[in-house]
């Protein structure tokens, strides 16, 4: 054996856009290797030669001590002759090149991060150059998906193309022994973007934005993934001004903080919600509060709810501002209600100025719309709610490999929209409602963008069975080989299977709002016995009108009045008229008299098996809510009434009906109204009726086990994001010795239904060959 060898290594996996290069020059250095490294297309590859066992060791440190932001997915190694080698010439980083994907592999992009420790110190140092200066970056943090324009990632491919690099900056970004030592984003005040306010640039824009908030104005502030509505989260005008200026009346705005500190102050943080609040991908994290802690908020912030979505600063800029204004702050999406996120600077001065006081902006383009990502903790588990920036569009792994390159269109609501290949598939971040134009263009622009920069062409496309669904049309015009339509609550299942990469059948629960079945009825309650491929129904919640179609999912009062008037008939006597008049008493009595015509009557009024429905027809019965301005509000006002109250089940009932057993609603809503108009207390009564939906599924997956089901549990749809029913229903289940699976990286809510149609369809390529 030679004193030396020569190996040529290529990466494959996040190994672009974070720091992979200067990790593998810095290790090659210091094992006293030659050779080169490069970006090619979406991987990394590297000649090297030296001592053999020194190459054993660059092997193990590249797997083992990669960049925090890298995510190593495979490794292959081939043995050279030293040709092309440059023996004793030390090891350099080599001009990136562009070329055919290997093996057909999709590249990766990498997310956005957070300002790491090292930047945020700098950032405050006033001995350091880049003091104040907010799009402070390096190697392990900054922008990164937001400003990719195509791979390799090289500065000349995303939107700092247009910042030369002054001389400093040119010798940190050469130096290998720089944290910045090709950090594409690289920037300082001397040639990297700045703020601006009007015609006031730099430290004068931070400052009038600064004044702005603290006068009690919104400020409209050019963030990472685009425009933020930025106010004081103290000033009950302000929140109250932004609610009425985004048209947003209720649901509830995040709220940065600045520090670990003041977060604990507001809610209660465990070491679970501390290390997501100070991870690379900064999401909000949903936090249980009390009214005594976050006394010092406008009320207005978090109504209907008991907890409180926070987040740490994610720039340069956001640490700034916090830090001059000294007060929590409300950040939420710089939009109209239910329009797409702003990226665009003509277009944020088109859209905004009937919400905003003035802009922060900036001359660094955002080159692709990244809302702030959303999380929850249940005990020590994360659940994504919504994947966006710092988690999209990483890859996530395909139980079935898909032999052609495909993509899901998602569903209408919270929309994404995945890319798939082999066994990786790209789930693409947040759109929205596709029902707006606004945010179907937005849509179109995000999978011409994601299907760019992987690489992935579909050939085949999945789709909901919804044909009024804007994907499912978009699907359905798209120029490919195979269209491959997916059952709704079968996708949400298969998400979460394929999320944990299950092969073998399985029980699947899928508690949603609204769905389109198999049989042309709308689904929501749904027990399907499946795998990727296929399912069958074996189980569903009871019937019930949707007096007015869309206008009940808007009124939860007409929900509970179709429960009380017009439930599927299942065996169950139907509540009192005397308790039903309790009830009607207090709305509109000729509002009450249409919603009974037209539920007793089915017009205008298609019958649905839905939990959401369920829920919020049990919100309004407790008065809780009549009315909502953004979908499943009654059951977050439900599930925060319930809060830690312990109760026993209210009465249900599971009956047979087409050769499914199904939960019978109306004995466990006649009671519910039944003590509520006698006095009982609302919390107890919410949690009474979580425990009876978690009774009653628990009782109907004993019945589908009892019948030759498998005994893994599969839980998804939107309705698992409440809580208290997720720990309710799995603790139930796993008490019957069930194996019980939910999502943890993809939302389980529509957010998630396009992994799941490409989990389906990929599961369906594959077995056909």
């Known amino acids: 054996m030679s004193a030396h060898e020569t190996r040529h290594i290529e990466v494959f996996g996040r190994v672009q856009g974070v720091g992979f290069r200067p990790f593998l020059h810095r290790t090659a250095h210091a094992l006293g290797l030659s050779g080169w490294v490069r970006n090619v297309n979406g991987h990394v590859e590297m000649s090297v030669s030296g001592r053999p066992a020194a190459l054993r060791e660059l092997l193990a440190h590249l797997r083992e001590q990669a960049p925090p932001l890298s995510d190593v997915r495979r490794v292959r190694v081939t043995t050279t002759s030293d040709g092309d080698q440059e023996t004793g010439q030390g090891f350099t980083v080599r001009a990136s090149r562009s070329g055919p994907r290997a093996s057909g592999a999709p590249r990766e992009i990498p997310p956005d991060a957070a300002l790491c420790e090292a930047c945020l110190a700098e950032l405050f140092d006033p001995g350091d150059r880049r003091h104040r200066y907010p799009f402070i970056n390096c190697t392990d943090c900054g922008p990164r998906a937001t400003v990719i324009e195509d791979l390799p990632y090289d500065r000349t491919r995303t939107t700092m193309r247009n910042f030369p690099l002054c001389d400093r900056c040119t010798t940190e970004y050469e130096d290998p022994a720089d944290r910045r030592f090709h950090a594409e984003p690289l920037a300082c005040p001397a040639c990297g973007p700045a703020l601006a306010w009007g015609a006031v640039r730099g430290e004068g824009a931070l400052q009038c934005a600064v004044k702005a908030v ?457 009671a519910l109204l039944e003590q509520y108009v006698a006095g009982a207390h609302v919390p107890y009564l919410a949690a009474a009726f979580h425990t009876s939906v978690a009774e009653a599924t628990s009782a109907l997956v004993e019945h589908a086990v009892a019948e030759g089901a498998p005994r893994t549990v599969c839980l998804g749809g939107g309705c698992f994001q409440n809580r208290r029913l997720l720990t309710e229903v799995r603790r139930r289940l796993r008490a019957q010795g069930l194996r019980v699976l939910t999502g943890h990286e993809v939302p389980v809510g529509d957010g998630g239904i396009s992994f799941g149609q490409a989990a389906v369809a990929a599961a369906r390529l594959h077995d056909e060959g």
């Open 214 to 670: 603290a006068d009690g104005g919104i400020v409209a502030v050019k963030g990472l993934g685009g425009y933020q509505l930025i106010c004081d989260a103290t000033d009950l005008n302000a929140v109250a001004e932004l609610r009425r200026r985004k048209r947003r009346p209720a649901k509830p705005f995040a709220v940065m903080v600045p520090d670990l500190t003041t977060a604990r102050r507001l809610a209660t943080v465990g070491a679970t919600q501390q290390s997501l609040l100070t991870s690379p991908g900064a999401p909000i994290v949903l936090l249980d509060t009390t009214s005594a802690q976050t006394a010092s908020l406008a009320p207005a912030v978090h109504p209907g709810t008991r907890r409180l979505g926070l987040f740490l600063p994610t720039t340069g800029l956001h640490h700034l501002l916090l830090a001059a204004l000294d007060r929590p702050l409300v950040v939420t999406s710089g939009n109209l209600s239910d329009e797409p996120l702003v990226i665009d600077d003509a277009e944020a001065h088109r859209t905004l100025p009937s919400v905003a006081d003035g802009f922060l902006t900036h001359n660094r383009p955002i080159r692709a719309r990244y809302d702030d990502s959303v999380v929850q903790t249940e005990r020590r588990s994360v659940h994504v709610l919504r994947r966006a920036r710092g988690y999209a569009p990483a890859p996530l792994r395909l139980p079935a490999s898909s032999p052609l390159p495909l993509v899901a269109a998602g569903a209408q609501l919270k929309h994404t929209v995945t890319l798939a290949l082999h066994r990786r598939a790209h789930l693409g971040p947040h759109t929205g409602d596709l029902a707006d134009q606004a945010t179907y263009d937005a849509f179109l622009r995000t999978y011409a963008d994601l299907s760019r920069l992987t690489g992935i062409s579909p050939r085949a496309v999945a789709h909901d069975l919804h044909p009024g669904y804007r994907s499912t049309q978009w699907a359905r015009s798209l120029p490919v080989e195979h269209r491959i339509p997916v059952q709704h609550h079968h996708a949400h299942v298969a998400a979460v299977a394929a999320e944990h990469r299950l092969r073998s059948p399985f029980i699947g629960i899928a508690y949603d709002g609204l769905g389109l079945g198999d049989d042309g009825t709308l689904w929501g309650g749904e027990v399907l016995v499946a795998d990727l491929s296929g399912y069958r129904r074996v189980g569903r919640f009871a019937r019930a009108p949707l007096p007015g179609g869309e206008a009940a999912v808007r009124n939860p009062a007409r929900m509970a009045l179709s429960y009380l008037y017009a439930a599927e008939p299942l065996g169950t006597p139907r509540p009192s008229p005397r308790l039903v008049r309790a009830f009607a008493a207090r709305l509109d009595a000729r509002a009450v008299d249409t919603v009974r015509t037209l539920a007793e009557r089915g017009l205008g009024s298609p019958p649905a098996s839905s939990c959401g429905r369920l829920f919020d027809a049990a919100a309004a019965l407790l008065g809780l809510g009549d009315v909502v301005s953004y979908e499943g509000q009654a059951a977050v006002a439900l599930e925060s009434a319930a809060a830690t109250v312990r109760a026993p089940a209210l009465p249900w009932q599971l009956a047979r009906a087409d050769g499914l057993w199904v939960y019978d609603p109306t004995p466990t809503l006649t």
